[in-house]
């Protein structure tokens, strides 16, 4: 192995080299790391959302921006897409099993983050800036569905 390489065995003996710039596994680490990818896999940690729901999940995010992020990580197999066939169409996204598998630890990441901003007084809205002052920090997840009907 050469100095500073780092490889992974999988099941089939194929052999993945994480840090190389070519390497499948690491187009799927950025996907899920990017900065929306986080969030469209927490915000679907509970349930199965349409287009325009998951976009109200997710305060800040740009249709355009969602449908890229939901784009990649349906194409890694991490989420799923469904297509009613009705007009509009109505389409509902969910975790797949290696979604749920790779979902789970950035939940319980975000769930710790969460207790220990609670653990130190810090409201689920307010948080403390450099200056002492509080500031407003949003934290994610699923708001009410609206039942709209959407192309996505």
Same mark, same amino acid.
């Given at each position: 192995?050469?100095?500073?390489?780092?490889?992974?065995?999988?099941?089939?003996?194929?052999?993945?080299?994480?840090?190389?710039?070519?390497?499948?596994?690491?187009?799927?680490?950025?996907?899920?790391?990017?900065?929306?990818?986080?969030?469209?896999?927490?915000?679907?940690?509970?349930?199965?959302?349409?287009?325009?729901?998951?976009?109200?999940?997710?305060?800040?995010?740009?249709?355009?921006?969602?449908?890229?992020?939901?784009?990649?990580?349906?194409?890694?197999?991490?989420?799923?897409?469904?297509? =009613?066939?009705?007009?509009?169409?109505?389409? #509902?996204?969910? +975790? /797949?099993?290696? @979604?749920?598998?790779?979902?789970?630890? !950035?939940?319980?990441?975000?769930?710790?983050?969460?207790?220990?901003?609670?653990?130190?007084?810090?409201?689920?809205? =307010?948080?403390?800036?450099?200056?002492?002052? #509080?500031?407003? +920090? /949003?934290?994610? @997840?699923?708001?009410?569905?609206?039942? !709209?009907?959407?192309?996505?």
């Amino acid at each position: 192995m050469r100095e500073g390489a780092q490889l992974m065995e999988t099941e089939a003996d194929t052999r993945y080299e994480v840090f190389h710039t070519d390497c499948p596994a690491r187009d799927v680490v950025d996907h899920v790391t990017s900065r929306w990818g986080i969030w469209v896999l927490i915000s679907l940690r509970s349930n199965d959302l349409r287009f325009y729901e998951l976009r109200d999940s997710i305060q800040g995010i740009s249709e355009k921006m969602l449908a890229q992020t939901l784009r990649a990580l349906v194409q890694d197999d991490l989420v799923w897409r469904k297509v =009613e066939p009705t007009t509009p169409p109505q389409v #509902t996204y969910g +975790l /797949t099993e290696f @979604g749920q598998d790779v979902g789970a630890p !950035l939940t319980d990441l975000f769930d710790r983050i969460t207790q220990r901003l609670a653990a130190s007084g810090v409201s689920a809205t =307010e948080g403390p800036n450099t200056t002492g002052q #509080t500031k407003q +920090l /949003t934290i994610p @997840g699923p708001q009410q569905p609206h039942h !709209l009907d959407d192309e996505h």
